[in-house]
């Protein structure tokens, strides 16, 4: 019950932040919550709630979604909350009018181990660059992006099979843990802040644009392996089927082994042998293991080769 008393005001919308929802909820008095606002999404163009929107209802948690964080309504109600904290995870650019309100400051939760992999997009960046390790940081939000005062860090090393799903899921949980110990730190004035480098360059967590969700069949095999299970669940890379007539159908590799082996074919050839699928690459060969063909359900190698006829196609682009 020591922090109860400690005001806190959540901002977020991405599943990631859920579990430091729930430690917030817990251990200290998790005053109202702060999301996006409802817009239509999907094929459909139906409202769906955001992950975070669902735990403040379930909860019965005071709810906000500003369209904008700047509106002197919405910045009113905070003033008027007066919160000990804000915790910001996965969430928009606070503007200085809102950060500079609560007592200790606003916290931002970052699934990096910053100063590296600024940005939008960390998880699937240390994926696709075969990085060893990676982690969470906690730190003061500033003016700029994830340029603020470093509070606490902890690593984690990255499997070499692991995809962007199963690493988001281990560092949610991981993210959750050292809020907490930030916010008691920070009570008990136990912490040190630590400035950002900013003199050497560092790796940028960039959004994903058609380009670089695109596969590049130049590469090497690691690469696009990489850059498969970098991207997998989501968004998916992207490549398409070409068939002999010149036909193309877009497809999303999921998931994919490699292995290295001299060949005298172009990059991109598929070739089918044995109930698999294996595409040529710079260095060796990809073999695909789970995808996803254009007007079709995602699913393994096996099941798509049962209905579809794969030997149409001859290459990827």
């Not at 992999?117 to 994830?146: C, H, L, Q």
């Not at 790796?203 to 670089?212: P, R």
């Not at 002999?244 to 590799?253: A, D, L, Q, R, Y």
Request: one cysteine or more.
């Amino acid at each position: 019950m020591k922090f109860k008393n400690i005001k806190i005001v959540f901002m977020g919308t991405a599943e990631f932040g859920i579990p430091t929802l729930k430690i917030l909820n817990n251990i200290f008095n998790l005053d109202t919550i702060v999301t996006n606002y409802d817009k239509p999404s999907g094929r459909g163009q139906k409202i769906r709630f955001s992950a975070v929107k669902e735990y403040a209802i379930t909860n019965n948690i005071n709810l906000l979604q500003p369209k904008n964080l700047k509106d002197e309504g919405f910045v009113k109600k905070i003033q008027k909350i007066n919160p000990d904290f804000i915790v910001v995870v996965a969430f928009r650019m606070i503007p200085k009018i809102v950060w500079k309100i609560p007592k200790y400051g606003t916290i931002n939760l970052h699934a990096s181990l910053l100063p590296d992999y600024r940005g939008s997009a960390p998880i699937n960046w240390v994926i696709m660059n075969n990085e060893k390790i990676t982690g969470v940081t906690t730190f003061f939000i500033d003016d700029k992006i994830d340029t603020g005062d470093i509070l606490i860090q902890e690593g984690i090393k990255i499997d070499k099979k692991i995809n962007a799903g199963e690493l988001h899921d281990k560092l949610k949980l991981m993210g959750a843990s050292i809020v907490e110990k930030t916010l008691k730190g920070i009570i008990e004035n136990s912490l040190q802040r630590i400035k950002q480098s900013h003199k050497n360059k560092f790796n940028t967590a960039y959004k994903f644009d058609k380009k670089n969700l695109k596969i590049d069949w130049n590469q090497n095999c690691l690469e696009i392996y990489n850059k498969i299970r970098g991207l997998s669940p989501y968004p998916g890379a992207k490549t398409s089927l070409v068939s002999k007539s010149g036909e193309t159908v877009n497809t999303i590799f999921y998931e994919s082994e490699y292995f290295f082996e001299k060949h005298n074919h172009n990059n991109g050839k598929i070739i089918h042998e044995k109930g698999k699928i294996k595409i040529t690459c710079k260095n060796g060969y990809l073999v695909i293991k789970n995808l996803k063909i254009e007007g079709k359900r995602r699913m393994d190698t096996e099941s798509l080769l049962n209905g579809f006829k794969i030997e149409k196609y001859e290459m990827v682009k």
